[in-house]
């Protein structure tokens, strides 16, 4: 299947969904007579070996064939590579730490350790499954036995002390061992069994879920008793089982701080960084496969909390998923990690790949959930499905055999209807996200504040991803640019110039600002409100490592998102950039660029400011107005070398090059005050855009200062504005800092959307010179209203809303 198994490709596959595939609507695990004439341990193991190597699938039909083919070849490499050793299993794998501690030589030689059981794993897969040429293999058999008994006497036993990496033997290690254990249960002796669960119990005892927190959350939470109870039904242990089941109720319930999943739909790793894509993906394919395991036995998880589980599959995993990729902003490390070292001819990951494994958990799980709910989740899956032309997901080389035969379940099913993508706004103050989904294309933002990072790095992954947070704006169309960040982007992009953000251009190191999320701006205004349908964001920015700050806003619109920067300073001593857009050509680079209706130059390298131009537009892409006053547009075009070492250090070194065209506003060398606008307009024609800059009256830009930023729409009948302090904006006044989005519709309503993106007021009151006849609805922070000529509201104590949005409609006068 693969070359090696790396810790990421673990992640991936062994501990989100690629481990659970069954006959999916057809009877599960048959064979087994739950009751009968095996134990319920037995009945476990058999249930666990099923959803280890699935079922229902045909290994002489394409593509389980190649898989089936593939895996075997990979098995009969490891097993004729295999050479024990004092100090390894394999040559290439040496364990034998000289100096144990937990510095980033142990965690390699942890590393190590681990993935040699990862490669048994594949031994014993490639013996149990079908069509592989090693089914039944006896000699591949006794290799596998011999490499068990190998790492328990040498590193993986009872007496040895942990170095490295914890993950690797706390989850990597003993999945994967467990794993083993099943699939060749038949073969091993009681005393082998006996062996290796004492070891298992040496590293993950009952203590590492004693408390839920510090590695013992979220992802991670569940692997740990993903561990726990297969080591149970492996080891006929019932304690072991109860306890690993309920230690999942603590990763059930919404928290409000930290690791786990949040009411507004974020999900949170590493207690800073949002991770719905990366680490949320193990989280929902580990909790898939223990609800299907546990389902109908003594130890079935019925916590009633384990409804905000599927509930989060549409709350917080569907929302980041756009034709089958899962949006890169969510993903963490994760997207450092395109083509491995040691193999440089595979892509290990990218947006369309990890997404591809989410929708395999999504099947896996609505397997537990309601009707109603697994209908809606398989046509919402078909429809991902089949709306990715940019990487199908049948076609994805990842995929294993498993998580293929998921998705081909809800292919082949004709009952299953495909679902169009879901369209609205989606604000996720808890994890400084939002998303903004319109039919034809999907844009996200990314922001940082004083609990969310700028970005992660850590284990030598994700180098140069410091400005990943200072507001980049991610988008894709539903039939165009669907890999624009999938091909080759993060190592060829200019780092200080991605979509979106602003950033000085002071040289920052590799890992800048620590690992695992460690720097933290001290801002506290990052946000929005939204009606579900529009938005108005801001962040309050402040560079990382760097003097920069400036006010960031984006409009969220129906066919477009206006853009605006203001109080941009800085006294680095370098210039600083607000980049609106940084598309991704590819090796060749053809996009034409019209700005005012001219074509300019397509060769490489070119620049050229567009003094005094209205538009701009790149085929293919999308069109781009630069509202009168806006600060002039400078565009380049670029080809740029990188490598996935550069941001990764276990990447390959192969040079990759990708074209680039740029729009970016040069605001100079120590800016102070300097400002931006430009209504980004995705997959809009270069007659759309002349459109739009030819009617200056479709955007009134209200204030754009760094006290206030707003705009108005009046065809819409939308105001935004952004109150970075109270104060007075057209006809509304804030008495503190607030964001506020207006609707008026044609039947004579209105509707407020309020927020207080700083989660810091204990009180605050809009007053709306507009004649308001009644308040036909609002929510309880709302304390007093006044009708009449204006409209006073006088909101509560707002910081225990954690900047979710408050919403007041009221009849016009």
């Not at 999945?175 to 040496?202: F, N």
């Not at 989060?312 to 998923?321: D, G, K, S, T």
């Not at 304390?783 to 009221?810: I, P």
């Amino acid at each position: 299947m693969t070359t090696s198994w790396s810790r990421r490709t673990f992640l991936a596959a062994g501990s989100a969904a690629s481990l659970g595939a069954f006959a999916l609507g057809t009877p599960l695990f048959r064979g087994v007579a739950h009751g009968a004439s095996e134990s319920e341990f037995g009945t476990l193991r058999a249930k666990w070996r099923t959803l280890t190597l699935g079922s229902g699938f045909s290994p002489s039909t394409e593509p389980f064939r190649s898989k089936l083919a593939e895996l075997g070849t990979t098995a009969a490499g490891f097993r004729e590579s295999m050479a024990p050793a004092p100090g390894s299993l394999w040559p290439d794998l040496d364990f034998a730490d000289p100096e144990p501690d937990t510095d980033q030589d142990s965690y390699g030689y942890s590393g190590r350790m681990a993935t040699s059981y990862y490669r048994l794993r594949t031994m014993a897969e490639a013996y149990c499954q079908p069509g592989t040429g090693l089914t039944g293999d006896g000699a591949l058999k006794s290799a596998v036995l011999t490499g068990l008994d190998h790492l328990y006497s040498r590193v993986y036993n009872e007496n040895q002390a942990r170095f490295g990496n914890w993950w690797s033997w706390q989850i990597g290690a003993p999945q994967a061992l467990l794993d083993i254990c099943i699939l060749m249960y038949e073969h091993l002796s009681a005393g082998q069994i006996a062996d290796y669960c004492r070891a298992v119990d040496h590293f993950v005892p009952d203590s590492a879920v004693e408390h839920y927190t510090g590695t013992s959350t979220g992802a991670n939470r569940v692997d740990l008793c993903r561990v726990l109870i297969v080591r149970g039904a492996v080891g006929d242990n019932a304690a072991k089982l109860a306890l690993g089941r309920d230690a999942l109720s603590p990763v059930f319930p919404y928290v409000t701080s930290g690791d786990g999943l949040y009411a507004d739909g974020s999900f949170i790793q590493h207690t800073t960084v949002p991770y719905t894509g990366s680490y949320g993906s193990v989280m929902l394919g580990g909790l898939g496969l223990l609800f299907a395991l546990l389902a109908d036995s003594t130890w079935e998880v019925t916590d009633p909390n384990r409804q905000i589980i599927f509930d989060a599959v549409e709350n917080a995993w569907a929302p980041f998923l756009y034709n089958g990729l899962v949006m890169d902003n969510v993903a963490g490390r994760a997207i450092s990690r395109g083509i491995s070292a040691t193999d440089p001819e595979a892509v290990m990951q990218n947006d369309h790949l990890r997404g591809h494994t989410i929708l395999a958990s999504i099947v896996l799980l609505a397997e537990g959930a309601s009707a109603t709910e697994r209908e809606r989740w398989r046509g919402l899956v078909k429809g991902w499905i089949e709306r990715d032309y940019y990487s199908p997901p049948l076609q994805n080389p990842s995929l294993d055999v498993v998580r293929l035969s998921h998705l081909h379940t809800v292919m082949d099913d004709a009952s299953v209807t495909p679902l169009p993508e879901p369209t609205g706004h989606r604000l996720f103050p808890s994890m400084a996200r939002a998303t903004h989904r319109r039919p034809g294309w999907a844009a996200s933002v990314s922001m940082a504040n004083k609990r969310i990072t700028y970005y992660e790095t850590g284990n030598g992954e994700n180098l140069r991803g410091w400005h990943t947070g200072s507001g980049m704006l991610y988008w894709w169309g539903s039939d165009f640019a669907n890999g624009q960040y999938s091909d080759a982007f993060w190592p060829t992009v200019d780092p200080y110039r991605l979509p979106g953000i602003t950033a000085s251009r002071k040289q920052l190191a590799d890992g800048a600002g620590g690992d695992w999320g460690a720097s933290l701006p001290s801002v506290n205004w990052v946000g929005g409100a939204t009606d579900g349908r529009r938005a108005a964001l801001g962040q309050y920015l402040r560079g990382l490592q760097s003097t920069l700050m400036a006010k960031k806003a984006w409009f969220c619109l129906d066919d477009a998102i206006v853009c605006l920067g203001a109080g941009i300073k800085c006294t680095d001593g370098v210039h600083v950039d607000s980049t609106l857009d940084n598309r991704n050509l590819g090796p060749v680079g053809g996009s034409p660029l019209t700005v005012d209706g001219t074509r300019m130059p397509t060769h490489y390298p070119w620049s050229q400011p567009l003094t005094g131009a209205r538009w701009a537009h790149i085929g293919g892409h999308g069109g781009y107005v630069f509202p009168e006053g806006a600060a002039p547009v400078q565009a380049l075009r670029e080809a740029r070398t990188g490598t996935w070492h550069d941001i990764n250090r276990g990447g390959s070194t192969t040079p990759l090059t990708r074209k680039y065209l740029t729009l970016y506003v040069d605001h100079g060398h120590n800016p102070y005050d300097a400002t931006y606008a430009c209504i980004v307009m995705p997959g809009a024609t270069t007659t759309a855009t002349a459109a739009r800059a030819a009617d200056p009256a479709w955007l009134r830009i209200l204030t754009n200062t760094d006290s206030q930023q707003a705009i108005r729409v009046p065809s819409l009948g939308y105001t935004g504005i952004n109150f970075w302090f109270g104060g007075t904006v057209a006809d509304l006044t804030a008495s503190a800092p607030c964001c506020v989005m207006i609707t008026e519709s044609p039947d004579g309503t209105a509707t407020l959307c309020v927020s207080d993106p700083m989660r810091m007021q204990s009180s605050l009151t809009l007053t709306w010179n507009r004649p308001v006849t009644s308040v036909l609805s609002k929510p309880p922070t709302v304390t007093s209203t006044e009708t009449g000529s204006q409209l006073k509201l006088t909101f509560g104590d707002l910081r225990g809303t954690a900047g979710a949005t408050q919403q007041v409609r009221v009849r016009l006068g």
